[in-house]
């Protein structure tokens, strides 16, 4: 109960810390989204680098290096989670934190609706029902912006997409941020140079401050991934799923309350029929891991009483000497 307990912890610090974002990115203009970007991924590369080498963690980069298919995977896992970032942080410093919000509302439907594209998978009566209004709110939200909400699902798709990547390599998160951020280093040392050598580089030319916010983009990346990496060890996969809401619940009180976003009455509609999507959603999860859990206790004491002595007939007889 206690590796529980921490884990839950662990897994409400992660969601808290992604959560809090919106309030974070702002800090780094005049900086662009690109500029930001670049320097998210080089840092993140030396954060994780330095968690490894206090780890004295490197054996698994030997077996990486013979398994080219889970190298191809974190090559795209790679290109999936820079648009993911890119256009998170673009969505925050535009003024549009509630629809970055939306975008992880909609990620576990998004789950869903690849589960069935991509791995032919069949959904429950309540799964389709979830999805359902899903699709409905975005319609809503399609009329309600004058466009479709493209920052949200650029969001819940790539974000989709990089789990199920992820979920295929099946590497580690510490060393597989490692080699997603070794992949892009170069592209981003590229960036960051060509803006240095055009004199358009915010980069100590904002102050020490701003250099310092700028460089703690790695620890911003690396602390709530390594968090999330310790509760997922420790806590049920229907637990993560709930405390998962904790960060666009935050994202989108952060964009309401504290930048202050319009939200018309059209948009609160929008945002109720996903929230209503997810809690059906979240009901038929809980139920269904409930029911796989009575199923495996049964499994349990059904083998353990067939394996008692008490229940066998002829446990009680003599054993009969053969001589």
């Known amino acids: 109960m206690p590796d529980l307990r921490r884990g839950v912890l662990f897994g409400i610090a992660a969601y808290t810390m992604w959560g809090l974002f919106p309030l974070y990115w702002p800090l780094l203009k005049p900086s662009g989204a690109v500029e930001i970007l670049a320097h998210r991924m080089a840092w993140s590369l030396v954060a994780v680098v330095a968690v490894l080498a206090v780890r004295r963690h490197w054996s698994w980069f030997r077996e990486l290096a013979r398994r080219p298919g889970k190298r191809g995977l974190l090559s795209l896992a790679a290109v999936v989670i820079t648009i993911n970032w890119g256009t998170y942080i673009y969505a925050v410093n535009t003024g549009h934190v509630v629809e970055s919000a939306l975008g992880y509302f909609i990620s576990p439907l998004v789950n869903v609706l690849f589960g ?186 059904s083998a353990a009483q067939s394996d008692d002595p008490a229940d066998d007939p002829a446990g009680d007889q003599p054993l009969r000497s053969t001589t």
């Not at 979920?167 to 060393?175: C, F, S």
């Not at 803006?195 to 916010?213: C, K, S």
């Not at 709530?224 to 619940?249: D, M, N």
């Not at 999507?277 to 796989?292: G, K, M, N, Q, W």
């Open 116 to 301: 069935v594209v991509l791995l032919r998978e069949r959904l429950r009566p309540l799964q389709w029902a979830a999805v359902g209004f899903g699709a409905l709110a975005v319609l809503v939200l399609t009329v309600d912006y004058g466009r479709p909400p493209w920052i949200a699902l650029t969001l819940g798709m790539s974000f989709g997409a990089y789990g199920l990547v992820k979920k295929r390599a099946n590497v580690a998160a510490t060393e597989s941020l490692a080699v997603e951020t070794l992949i892009l280093l170069l592209p981003a040392l590229g960036y960051l140079l060509f803006l240095q050598g055009t004199g358009t580089a915010t980069f100590g030319t904002e102050g020490v401050w701003h250099a310092v916010l700028l460089a703690s983009g790695g620890l911003v990346t690396a602390v709530p991934l390594i968090c999330f990496g310790a509760a997922a060890i420790r806590v049920p996969l229907s637990t993560i799923g709930l405390l998962q809401y904790i960060a666009p619940i935050l994202q989108f009180a952060c964009g309401v309350l504290i930048v202050q976003e319009v939200m018309p009455p059209s948009r609160w509609i929008g945002f109720a029929i996903v929230w209503v999507a997810l809690a059906v959603f979240t009901y038929d999860s809980l139920r269904t891991a409930r029911a796989a859990a009575r199923v495996r206790r049964t499994a349990a004491q």
